[in-house]
């Protein structure tokens, strides 16, 4: 965690005023986040995990000053007294933005439902010439990822309580890899996605979305992880009165915020056709892996507590089978 005196340390290489007060961000779990205020204005104050590294700090420095330069609503970097975008103090990679005021997301505002597909949809747009790609890492909802999580969790279920719901996700596996297959998944269309989606990294003022932040995982993928995770946190709707409450998620979607995110997003920047079909099979993989991820990380638990987290990824799918139309753009 960030303390004041770690922020006073950081802000001493930066022309930004007296620290007053410093306090952590509530959120954020890639990197350390202080919101600071000083003499001269408020701040964000990031210290980043020793693992990133220079190479992914300057990439995400490059796309922000890509982005702002485009008209892009993104955060803006603000350099040291020396000129550079980051400075190094025993051994950690300290960065400072503005501060963007602004409100959180409400998902009972439609606008922000629009505003929320609007937005990616210009940031796929914004970044469709950026320069320095990196090095691709794969596929991350590809249906190719679900058999290796289903092999796992059978290996650990020594006792076989998990039988029955692991046999159902592995068949529904199989049925998922026909509809989606790897060579149908690389050949969506693909561009340095956002990466990390959800309610947190968006900042709102009134209707109108005024920042997308937090490019911490950004990475070469299908443009459609991006729509997909966004549904997933943006458009759940409220949870069935019997709904197991130690699952991974809240609930299905609701389909009018389902709609209105997907119709911002396809406005300024249509689904293909094979995206379409795409969709709902990336948000079921999103379920689905989460829920196994959640039982492969639970190992010490009771069986009943896993029989409930495998219980929602199925039920989740099955609504998905009834509702896939929410998914439809016209």
Known sequence: MLTQHDVERALQNYDL???RSARPASHGVVNETAFAETSAGRYVVRRNQRKLGRASL????????????????APRLIPARTGETAIEIDGRLFEVFTFIDGDEFNADRPAHLIGTGTVLA???????DFPDEPAYQGPRYSTSSLPGLIERAMQRDVMGDLTEPLNWYDRRAVDLR???????????PQVLIHGDVHRDNLIFRGDSVAALIDFDQVTMDARLVDVADALVDFAVGAAPSDWYPWGVYAGPL????ARNLLRGYCQMNPLTPA???????????IWLQGNLRRVLMTLDAEPDYHLEV????????TWLHENRKCLEVG
């Open 17 to 19: 005023g007296v620290v």
């Open 58 to 73: 300057d990439l995400r420095h490059r796309l922000l000053g890509w982005l702002r330069a485009h008209g892009f609503p």
């Open 122 to 128: 210009r940031y796929h747009s914004a970044i469709e």
């Open 178 to 188: 026909k509809a989606l297959p790897e060579p149908a998944y690389m050949a969506l």
């Open 254 to 257: 609701d389909a009018e915020r």
């Open 275 to 285: 995206e379409r079909s795409a969709l709902p099979v990336i948000v079921e993989v």
């Open 310 to 317: 495998l219980g929602q990824g199925r039920r989740l799918a």
